[in-house]
């Protein structure tokens, strides 16, 4: 469905997403795991042609490359695309009802009755049903994160990208909308992208992992694949072991050295 | 002294930037105006934000320089002998000069401080992002209902700031100060071109068009953190007043 080259993304010095080829295949979920701050974010902006990669290509179907396309294809193409943002992006001057509704209002005819039917049935999936009339300011972040889940997924996108889906649920609630990504992946045309750092839920649901440090990819391959490598990183990580080559701070002077200089610098 | 010319050399290369960047953004967010999907509905409900929301404001100011107007020509006209020719005074200065440069003012702090507000918090809270997820450009959706919402009813407040001011007038004149009622009408009537009126309703529009691309710009661009939103607010106020005060200059001059 999306294939990258060479793509990189830098603010200033840093480089936030480091040349990458990777490839997102049809009705796959492919889960992009890795530390704070190594890139996870970025990576999804990009591949949704949020963000202007610093170099590279991101090829959609094999002909759209998003990193060039002008805003009318690219609009068109996103009619069959859904985002999960990380900080749920509800529209805040509508309430749940019309957040969720929105996408349907706006591209499509259907009777309101219809319309109603569908988010009805949606929100019941995510168990937000009954607070439809709340306004986004009035829901707590997880429950904000379950519109966001269903605002994505009204209008059957071919496409979703998750970021931290399952990130501030509880974890009832955070079993059910995995599941729900498994299932919809499995069952209907859906191909998903899910940015999470909850090794469990991840390796779980995923076809396809890809493993990021500092903006590299350090492994990729089935759920299995990353449970038996052999990589002293990759083991680190889904064991959540502090001590290991990934260093948990990533400052460049060491902790007793500032000690010492009396905290200056 | 190297270094002052460097720093000035920097500042005025980044206005340039910018200006050319915010032109850019609102001559592109306009000719949406023009694209399907048709925005009308979100135009109208801009003019009914930013217009009737800033109804009470406006005829209040409107009120009281019309009053101060009439006692301080009033004093000044009474030196030489010719209060008759009050009414004028007033029209002339309310019509063509305080009604759109006020009217602007108050304007740029009760709807654009509140649109840069507005679309810089969306910024942050990555709403823009979210409606160009939905294929929403929030260029068209956004941006240029408000941009046209002040073009249009930036001229309308100001011929409501005109005439509530011009009756305010009447009143301290002619009821308090006891100039001759139709005297004071009278020089209204011839004194007023309509030169005098279209220079009027030229200013509101230009003001408007300012205000519209300055405020929304600064929130669209708006660095996506609190403090961001909170300075690209401060200086979109900031910037618009001085840039309608210099246009004022410029239209002004132009029809002497
Ligand atoms: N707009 C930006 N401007 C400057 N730096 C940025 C910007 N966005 C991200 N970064 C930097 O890029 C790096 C990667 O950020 P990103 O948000 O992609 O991380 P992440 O993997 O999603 O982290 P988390 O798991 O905490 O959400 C970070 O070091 C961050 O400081
Ligand atoms: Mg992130």
Redesign the interface.
Known sequence: MIRVENLSRSFGALQAVAPTDLHIRRQQTTVIMGGSGSGKTTLLRLLAGLEQPTSGHIWFDGEHDLATLPARILYRLRLRMGMVFQYSALLNSLNVYDNVAFPLHEHTDLDEVVIRTMVTMKLEQVGMRGFEHLMPSQLSGGMAKRVAFARALIADPDLVFFDEPTSGLDPIAAGVVSTLIQQLTQKTQMTSVVVTHDVHAGLNIADWVILLWQGKIIATGTADDIRHSSDERVQQFIEGRPDGPIPFSRCDTLYPDVLLEGGAR | MNQFFGALGRWALLSLQRTGDATMLGSNASAMLFMRPWQGRHIVQQIYALGVGSLIIIAITGAFTGMVLALQGYYMLAKFGSESLLGSAIALSIIRELGPVLGAFMMIGRAGSSITAEIG??RV???L?????????PKARIIMPRIIATILALPLLIAMFDVVGLAAGYVIGVELLGVNSGAFIGEMITKVEMKDLNIGWIKAMGFGCLIGIICTWYGYRAEPTTEGVAKATTQAVVLSSVSVLILDYIITSFFL
């Open positions: 918090i969306m809270t990555e709403q992002d979210a409606l160009q997820m939905m294929a929403i450009n």
